[in-house]
């Protein structure tokens, strides 16, 4: 393991952190809720703002457990966010599969809207599923700031950042083992967008069965969505 620079600042250990900032969930949450909103009727499930209002309900008690940082980890507050997720994963879902249903039939004639739609479902699953993968790797994001490295669960992803120890002075200096390094949401993102691109892991390993599961259903609904429905929509223009 290489050496501390001596410019290199002194962290606190993880338990001392503020926690995880509040508002950037809050705003893919809100993303993800406004993206659904504007989806075709045909494709949504029940009236226009019955999921969205359930889904608002959900936030605003997590936002008043922990209203600016994630410190506070209570078991109505697991569920509350875990449940926040899954609706917001599955809804998307089936909105996936009523396009998919659209376009098999032949009910879908508006080459401009689908196109429109399919994004919106797309980065809708990109912001669920990196939800879901922030949400569950070591215990969520209270956990990953709140406890000592020794105490946390098992990690469900493996980061770059995880086994850059024996690396030159400046990568190694943030990696996990040396600077108490530890991911937030924007890392989550990123796992989430790249594996809706590229169709499986890129620099972020999937280490349990429920993430690699994830990664696979999310893999699959991307692939659905570039591959048919975007190909269909361009040869309805056309």
Do not use: C
């Amino acid at each position: 393991m290489s050496r501390r620079r001596a410019d290199a600042p002194t962290l606190h250990p993880r338990h001392e952190r503020r926690g995880e900032a509040r508002l950037p969930a809050v705003i893919v949450t809100l993303i993800a809720i406004a993206l659904y909103l504007a989806l075709p009727q045909q494709l949504l499930i029940g009236p226009r703002f019955v999921l969205p209002a359930l889904e608002v309900l959900l936030l605003v008690p997590l936002i008043a457990i922990n209203p600016r940082r994630l410190t506070r980890q209570t078991r109505t507050f697991r569920v509350l966010s875990l449940t926040l997720v899954l609706l917001i994963a599955a809804s998307n879902l089936a909105a996936l599969g009523i396009l998919v249903d659209e376009l098999l039939n032949a009910r879908a004639a508006d080459g401009h809207a689908l196109l429109v739609a399919a994004l919106q479902v797309w980065l809708t699953s990109v912001i669920a599923f990196g939800l879901a993968y922030w949400e569950l790797d070591r215990g969520g994001p209270v956990s990953r700031t709140q406890l000592p490295r020794a105490e946390l669960p098992l990690a469900d992803f493996r980061f770059s950042q995880d086994e850059n120890d024996d690396a030159v002075g400046e990568v190694s200096d943030g990696a996990s083992g040396t600077s108490d390094w530890i991911p937030t949401l924007p890392d989550y993102l990123y796992v989430s967008i790249t594996n809706s691109t590229a169709f499986s892991p890129t620099d972020t390993m999937p280490l349990s069965t429920r993430a690699k599961l994830l990664m696979a259903v999310q893999s699959v609904s991307a692939l659905l969505t570039s591959l048919l429905v975007i190909a269909r929509a361009v040869s309805i223009l056309h």
